[in-house]
């Protein structure tokens, strides 16, 4: 028992406390399976509680006891050898993991999450590249593990680096990896990687050379598989390396024979095939046509794809000033604002929920229309909104909002861009065509709240713009909704009426 | 594996099945952290690193099980702060 009384002080750095009251009447194996079996059902409750707004925050604290008792069961198991190694990984990784986590601003949040996942299957790889290299050396099973953990964990790193590389704009796609024969390529590297990981179990090769093609040509793969896909599709691809990463943990339990591992791990790669599932239901993309489809109309729009860039292709554009928006809004009944990235760019949910709250205290009914893959994310406005204290009840999604849109008055669409294109509906030539939008095009007046004409993160050119009901209102999000609340504070909007009659 | 092989099949056949029930449908208010956390739990790899640790002999793999330690553990750690941070912004509607 000395063993996991000096365990707990390491568990506990991780959450809290582990049931150490009824674990010494046990027999050590016995402790150790019931560590394990405890560890599994609060992973499955915790993930389970996830899917609930009322008990996510709990859950996620389950979670992560869970995983603070399966380390507690493991080190039971085999002890403490090896301890200062155990504590320079958990004081170099959980330190930058808490200063990361803290400083990272909401707006950044899929780009840090596509980097967790990166590092965890950079982990899975280097734990199978290690066990590979262990005296005892590998039965069959442990060499087909082995290679199934460094394949997968290679792509699952290299691709979630890629993923945050373009979220962040820090890369773009290259015009030359649009060309079809980059799935020669990306089929070629795969045809080495599994001959690599084949010749290890068949004894083809020498396990170092084997090994090292294997990762080099895993590695290639990810980014081969990542790079020509669009940045409007990243959240899909993100949610599947999330997948991916939990499969390489399958395949790192098969190599230390943790069945617990094997567990969660299952449970992680199904919980991010649903995810990737809902989000290209709600794009009406095939995951298919996501993975090998290329860049939207990413030949149209050179790097980035961003604002940066005049879009000559379109006439007819109405551009007004903020005081007009303003007097528009004044005389509505209903506002509905559209958010997209560009709010969480220019940071202003507070801004927004500012102008609703003067809105609503002159009797304007408001509401959010919410685009299942508005921003970067899904969900990813519920968070920003959420932060900004927007009621939940008037975030609402988009099969709900859409009827709604012909007694709107005034729309505001701020830095959302493909998800309000009324071509997706009506344009079979566009790239777009057949994804759900929010119909903004049915509205009274539509203000489109925008840095410039640029194309949106899929490059695709936009006719809403052109409509006559549409105005553009140029400028940064946060600056012209403060203009939008000081205009209307001049109008006497949300003045308490005294004596009003 | 402490157990054969077609023992650990079925772990994992049955893990994916538990992944898929479990989180069926979710409200798209909580994608997003549910992203997060569950790629937090894909951080369990942690496990894995320690029992490297613990079964080397020399010192290079040591050092190899502790850096795979220390990325699996940046994954864990930020994983369940960073999901932790998200969902705290929707306490203020828990009733």
């Given at each position: 028992m000395a063993a996991l009384i000096t365990?707990?002080?390491t568990a506990s750095l991780?959450?809290?406390s582990v049931p150490t009251a009824t674990l010494p009447s046990l027999s050590l194996p016995t402790a150790h399976l019931a560590l394990d079996l405890g560890a599994v059902l609060l992973l499955a409750l915790g993930l389970k509680g996830l899917s609930k707004v009322r008990t996510a925050r709990s859950a996620n604290g389950l979670a992560a006891v869970a995983i603070a008792v399966a380390v507690a069961g493991l080190l039971l198991e085999q002890g403490l050898v090896g301890w200062p190694w155990m504590l320079l990984g958990l004081l170099a990784g959980g330190g930058l993991g808490t200063l990361v986590a803290y400083r990272v601003p909401m707006t950044s949040m899929p780009e840090v999450v596509a980097l967790f996942n990166g590092c965890g299957g950079m982990s899975s790889l280097l734990v199978a590249l290690g066990a590979a290299a262990l005296p005892a050396g590998l039965d069959l099973l442990g060499q087909i593990s082995v290679s199934a953990s460094v394949l997968v964990g290679g792509v699952t790193f290299s691709g979630s680096l890629v993923a945050m590389a373009k979220l962040q704009e820090w890369l773009a796609t290259p015009a030359w990896m649009l060309r079809p024969q980059r799935h020669a390529v990306n089929i070629?590297?795969?045809?080495?990687?599994l001959a690599a990981g084949a010749a290890l179990p068949l004894g083809l090769l020498a396990p170092a050379p084997a090994l090292a093609v294997l990762t080099v040509a895993s590695l290639l793969l990810g980014i081969g598989l990542t790079l020509p896909i669009g940045g409007a599709d990243m959240p899909v691809v993100i949610s599947l390396l999330n997948s991916y990463s939990g499969v390489a943990a399958a395949a790192a339990g098969f190599v230390v024979g943790s069945q617990l591992l094997v567990v969660a791990g299952a449970m992680v790669?199904?919980?991010g095939l649903i995810l990737t599932q809902v989000m290209c239901t709600a794009m009406n993309r095939s995951l298919t046509s996501v993975l090998f489809g290329g860049a939207l109309g990413a030949g149209a729009a050179p790097a980035g794809g961003g604002d940066a860039g005049e879009d000559p292709g379109y006439s007819r554009i109405t551009s007004c000033s903020a005081e007009e928006c303003a007097l528009a809004l004044e005389a509505a009944e209903r506002v509905v604002f559209v958010p997209g990235y560009g709010l969480a760019v220019a940071q202003a949910q507070h801004s927004l929920k500012e102008l609703a709250r003067l809105l609503e205290s002159a009797g304007i009914q408001v509401a959010y229309a919410i685009h299942p893959v508005a921003g970067r994310m899904p969900g990813h406005m519920n968070v920003l909104l959420?932060?900004?204290d927007v009621p939940y009840e008037q975030l609402i999604e988009m099969e709900t909002i859409n009827p709604d849109f012909p007694r709107t008055d005034v729309v505001i669409v701020l830095g959302a861009n493909d998800v309000v294109n009324p071509q997706a509906k009506n344009d079979p030539s566009s790239p777009l065509y057949g994804m759900p939008v929010l119909e903004v095009d049915q509205a009274r007046s539509v203000f489109?709240?925008?840095?410039s004409l640029g194309a949106g993160y899929s490059g695709v050119r936009n006719g809403l713009f052109e409509l006559p009901q549409t105005s553009m209102v140029f400028g940064d999000a946060k600056a012209v909704l403060q203009q939008l609340t000081a205009e209307l504070r001049s109008l006497g909007v949300g003045k308490v009426p005294v004596a009003a009659g | 594996m402490n157990g054969s092989l077609s023992e650990a099949l079925w772990v994992l056949l049955l893990g994916s099945l538990l992944g898929f029930e479990l989180i069926g449908k979710v409200p798209p208010t909580l994608h997003t952290p549910l992203m997060s956390g569950a790629n937090a739990i894909?951080?369990?790899?942690?496990l894995a690193a320690l029992a490297l640790i613990g079964q080397a002999a020399?010192?290079?793999?040591r050092l190899v099980g502790a850096v795979a330690l220390g990325f699996a553990l940046f994954n864990v750690v930020g994983g369940f702060l960073v999901t932790d941070r998200m969902l705290a912004m929707f306490r203020r509607r828990a009733s």
């Open positions: 365990a707990l002080p991780l959450t809290v070629g590297l795969a045809l080495v990687a790669g199904a919980a959420a932060e900004a489109v709240v925008k840095r | 894909s951080g369990i790899t942690l020399s010192p290079g793999l």
